[in-house]
């Protein structure tokens, strides 16, 4: 559904020269939310920007629907951007205007005829749940409410395409679940692909089918959230998963072990300690909840050497889990 490739933007101010986004992969398929994951800086914005051409990128190519954006001339390019929905961090709503008002008006922009144009505001409002504050004025409603009018003005063009900067980094964890579930409903609804970008790990957990981790301009690592996990060394693993560093214990081998689908609730450390006799102990684990189900990380102290514990580590692959040895 949006394709990236080779993408690189730079800024130069004051003699210097940024490089924002430098040589970016990405693909996200239809249907699915897709979430960009980096600290301040390490250039998602640039990346979302890039997407809808509100920032020309240096080199590479956006297809969007298997439109190549990147190759489009300006008026077919402003046409095609009404296929892509957008929502800000500070919801950016006009503040003269009504919810209903804020939300015709890309419908005006786009030439809708007045009747048809306030019975779909109906539908919108309604459709994030705001049906009863059409005639609010945004100073009369709350940061949950005001990103529900920004989601609603964002699909008025029926967008294929939901990009989110920040959405619910401005709004407290409750409203924050709460958007989060809209936006995973309406995806599930409407058939639409959400690309997202956040600095929190919450936003990934709940929502996010699939995931980029963004450092310095680059992704270090892209995939499902879950086959990320399972991935030894995964950065987003290490996020998540929080199990700190592993202690220095003589003579011991820890590995950690994830565990996804139906691993989490198979009772493997009792097998390990029945089939091989050894003195397994748990020193730290997680088991995190995602959109689609349980993920889990359990770090376990093996006496002996790595060498001499390779039948009880065979054993734990065998079984499907995730491996790896910490120490
Ligand atoms: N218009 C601009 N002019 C000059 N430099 C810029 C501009 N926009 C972004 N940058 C620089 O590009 C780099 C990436 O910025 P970007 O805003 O894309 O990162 P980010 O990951 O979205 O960070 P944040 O979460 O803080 O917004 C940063 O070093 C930033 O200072």
Redesign the pocket.
């Known amino acids: 559904m949006i394709q990236i490739e080779g993408l690189r933007k730079a ?1 130069h ?1 004051r003699g210097r020269t ?1 490089l ?1 986004v430098d040589g970016v992969d990405l693909e996200v398929r239809q249907g699915e939310v897709y979430g960009v994951l ?10 979302l920007r890039c997407v809808n051409l509100l920032e020309r990128p240096d080199a590479g190519s956006v297809t969007v629907d298997g439109v190549d954006l990147t190759a489009l001339p300006e008026r077919r390019l402003r046409r095609q951007r009404q296929r892509i929905g957008m929502i800000h961090q500070h919801f950016a709503l006009l503040s003269s205007r009504t919810a209903a008002g804020n939300v015709a008006f890309p419908l005006e922009v786009m030439g809708v005829p007045r009747r048809e144009r306030a019975q779909r505001v109906a539908e919108l409002l309604d459709l994030v749940g705001l049906g009863d504050r059409a005639h609010a004025y945004p100073a009369q409603l709350s940061g949950g409410q005001k990103q529900r009018v920004g989601i609603a003005r964002a699909l008025a063009g029926r967008p294929t395409v939901l990009l989110s900067d ?1 959405a619910t980094s401005a709004l407290d964890p409750e409203t924050t679940t709460s958007i989060l579930d809209l936006l995973r409903d309406l995806s599930q609804r409407l058939g639409l692909t959400i690309l997202l ?1 956040t ?1 929190e790990m919450e936003v990934v957990k709940r929502i996010c089918d699939s995931a980029a981790v ?1 450092r310095e ?1 680059r992704v270090i690592e892209a995939g499902r959230v879950r086959d990320l996990l399972a991935r030894p060394g995964s950065a987003l693993g290490q996020e998540i998963f929080r199990l700190g560093t592993p202690p220095d214990l003589p003579d011991t081998t820890i590995v950690d072990v994830t565990l996804t689908d139906d691993a989490v609730g198979q009772s493997f450390v009792a097998d390990l300690v029945r089939r091989y006799d050894v003195d397994a102990s748990i020193l730290a684990g997680t088991i995190e909840t995602l959109a689609d189900g349980q993920v889990g990380r359990l770090r376990i102290a093996l006496p002996g050497s790595a060498e001499a514990n390779a039948a009880p580590l065979r054993h734990l692959r065998d079984a499907g889990l995730s491996v790896e040895v910490a120490r």
């Open positions: 800024y101010s940024v924002a980096g600290r301040s800086g390490a250039g998602k914005s640039t990346l920040e970008i600095h963004m301009g």
